[in-house]
């Protein structure tokens, strides 16, 4: 039987961010054309001809908001009809995690404004990113529960409170601490320096981590469940 076809192929990004001092946060656009102009979504856009899916989304991301992230995950395919009222259109999404300190935001092409919205504050988006910022959280979570990820948001040395505030933040939930610092500290890509965390009031100073990446890389391969 033919196939009567006219679609479009479009790449979005969901790309988290991440801070001791405001948790996980969502990088969005403020669109300047219709459909839905003046309203928040997430940064992406079609594909041109010429351009691989991995191409079209860092430049997307680039042009619209001046984030340049060296790797994204691809998260998933949504083409529901109608989910676009100008066109049938499939967007490939990718996420992944930063830190929002280092990029200077800079709104341009389809985006009047740029901006990080805490992931319990998302404003009214468009199109149907509501679904697919919580799909990508759902894989966030999931994945940080077998494979160490986040640690380049943290100081080269850091206490280790700090890794259990990420994680906290990732799962929007409450770990056991006790036992969420045994179990890491098992692997061995975690090790303990001689190093003072600096504390501003009273309070025991504990020491500083560092990541091994090696040991990290060494585990990644053998495969590792954290059972949190």
């Given at each position: 039987?033919?196939?009567?076809?006219?679609?479009?192929?479009?790449?979005?990004?969901?790309?988290?961010?991440?801070t001791s001092k405001e948790g996980l946060s969502v990088l969005l656009i403020k669109r300047n054309i219709d459909p839905y102009k003046n309203s928040w979504a997430l940064p992406?856009?079609?594909?041109?001809?010429?351009?691989?899916?991995?191409?079209?989304?860092?430049?997307?991301?680039?042009?619209?908001?001046?984030?340049?992230?060296?790797?994204?995950?691809?998260?998933?395919?949504?083409?529901?009809?109608?989910?676009?009222?100008?066109?049938?259109?499939?967007?490939?999404?990718?996420?992944?995690?930063?830190?929002?300190?280092?990029?200077?935001?800079?709104?341009?092409?389809?985006?009047?404004?740029?901006?990080?919205?805490?992931?319990?504050?998302?404003?009214?988006?468009?199109?149907?990113?509501?679904?697919?910022?919580?799909?990508?959280?759902?894989?966030?979570?999931?994945?940080?529960?077998?494979e160490p990820v986040g640690f380049e948001l943290l100081d080269e040395k850091f206490p280790f409170s700090e890794l259990e505030k990420l994680y906290t933040a990732v799962l929007?939930?409450?770990?056991?601490?006790?036992?969420?610092?045994?179990?890491?500290?098992?692997?061995?890509?975690?090790?303990?320096?001689?190093?003072?965390?600096?504390?501003?009031?009273?309070?025991?100073?504990?020491?500083?981590?560092?990541?091994?990446?090696?040991?990290?890389?060494?585990?990644?391969?053998?495969?590792?469940?954290?059972?949190?």
């Amino acid at each position: 039987m033919p196939v009567s076809q006219n679609i479009k192929v479009a790449v979005d990004a969901v790309v988290f961010g991440y801070t001791s001092k405001e948790g996980l946060s969502v990088l969005l656009i403020k669109r300047n054309i219709d459909p839905y102009k003046n309203s928040w979504a997430l940064p992406g856009g079609l594909v041109g001809n010429d351009e691989s899916l991995e191409d079209a989304v860092q430049r997307e991301l680039t042009e619209e908001t001046g984030v340049n992230i060296n790797y994204l995950e691809q998260l998933y395919s949504f083409g529901k009809p109608g989910r676009d009222p100008r066109n049938r259109v499939v967007s490939v999404t990718y996420y992944g995690l930063v830190k929002p300190g280092a990029f200077h935001l800079q709104a341009d092409t389809d985006a009047v404004d740029v901006a990080w919205f805490n992931i319990k504050k998302i404003p009214t988006l468009a199109f149907d990113h509501h679904e697919i910022i919580a799909l990508a959280h759902e894989r966030l979570k999931n994945k940080i529960l077998y494979e160490p990820v986040g640690f380049e948001l943290l100081d080269e040395k850091f206490p280790f409170s700090e890794l259990e505030k990420l994680y906290t933040a990732v799962l929007d939930r409450e770990i056991d601490r006790r036992n969420f610092k045994k179990k890491v500290l098992k692997f061995g890509f975690l090790e303990e320096t001689n190093e003072k965390q600096q504390l501003d009031g009273a309070g025991r100073p504990g020491n500083l981590f560092c990541f091994n990446e090696a040991k990290y890389f060494q585990l990644k391969k053998q495969g590792i469940n954290f059972e949190i």
